[in-house]
């Protein structure tokens, strides 16, 4: 009844236009990317369950509902990335759908019948194993769709997953206010319909997706003869990749990226209003709240569609230089130095758009140095290291800024030490780049080892 | 001698696979922009009662 799901049924048929591929992944991903909008559901449920568990522990209890999402979309895109290399994107952009609709249903009923267990379970860990098959499923495919721009396509997919936020906060907020207004519980009927309406969203991108066929290769492209020793016409197969140097120096890379962006995020809205104190309110702080997420957004694209023509080690070189710099001089735009606030808020938005590009541009980066063979196994493996920044960036930032609190010093200048804390892991992520060399060839695979691309591998 | 044609994927679909996916993204983002341009409201307090001048 699945065979469709097969990737011997998806193979493109002659004639099939690649410009069909992005949006089957960003069906994907548009929907995935609801997880980084899961805020808009946190007071009111913080509202919700206090008179039914321990109120002392409720903000702490709701926010791992979160933070068990994001782990195991970690922890299952290193666990299925090589699976879905054998399965193909269709068949796991599929159970993606199934289980992140699945996991807005079981979280519903976890919220009608006050077991926040079943909310964990279901938005945590069934959706969670949703989000870390979508994000991996398309990547592989459109990097083989588009070998003249892999930067172009898999940024605009990854994309994807920052404009999800910029649905799913609306959608969730206006599904609640809708469901109250017509007497429905509104978390529990909200998250049921939205459980339908991603699944159905995501089974477009299932039904669009197409591997190449065998051999293809866009009309009139010519693979680029000219050498670069980053850019490998070999395979390395992801239990081999794990061997190499090359895949730490990259999960340090991205690490470093992503903490450090992470060390902007975590506390953009108290930041600038303590910042420009009396100057920024709340309701211009969720602005500029905003206008991160629109350059995170952009930055995906932006950023990972320049590294075709930069060259991913080049790219990344930019983020870390100038991201280093930008994160060491923003404290200096505040109220009792600078005090500008359009200078702070620029280079808010540069770093925040380095970020998003550091997430864009690590696969492409994987593809010049692994292949394409394995590249969605290799980076579902690197994922690790989002988890890991996700984990360590709020602790650093949170211990520093409780630390300052509990002493009783100015919040205000515990974000300086922050900042500086992050401009050193840009030197570490730009020392780990600068060591990234071509893979040796004893970790190459053997010719007769591929089986031709898009007849499944 | 039979021949064979290449059956290309409609402009058309193409047009309509992408409308399906910027529609709700369009959407997303026309809330965002809205959201984002309260920074340029940046020092505007809630209007307070006027205050006797001082001497």
Sequence with gaps: MLGFLDRDHSVAPEGYSRWLVPPAALAIHLAIGQVYSFSVFKTPLIQYFTPFVNPANINKDIGYIFSVAIAVLGLSAALFGAWLEKAGPRRAMFYAAVCFGLGFIIASFGVRSHQLWLVYLGYGVVGGIGLGLGYISPVSTLIKWFPDRPGLSTGLAIMGFGGGAMIGSPLGNQLMAHFKAHGQPPIASAFLCMGILYFIFMMFGVFTIRVPREGWKPEGWTPSKKVNALITTHNVNVNQAMLTPQFYLLWIVLFCNVTAGIGILEDASPMIQDFFKGHVLAVAAGGFVGLLSIFNMAGRFFWASLSDFLGRKTTYFIFFVVGAVLFFVLPLTRGDHLNSVPLFVAIAAVIISMYGGGFATIPAYLKDLFGGYNVSAIHGRLLTAWSTAGIVGPLVVNGILDHYVANHMAKQDAYPTILHIMTGLLVVGFVANLLVRPVAEKHWMAEQNLKPVGSGH | ?55
């Design chain 2, 1 to 55: 001698m039979a021949e064979t044609t290449v059956r290309k994927s409609s402009p058309l679909l193409i047009a309509l696979a992408w409308i399906i996916v910027l529609v709700p993204t369009g959407w997303g983002l026309t809330y965002t922009v809205q959201n984002a341009l309260k920074i340029f409201n940046v020092g505007a307090a809630p209007a307070a009662p006027a205050a006797p001048a001082q001497k």
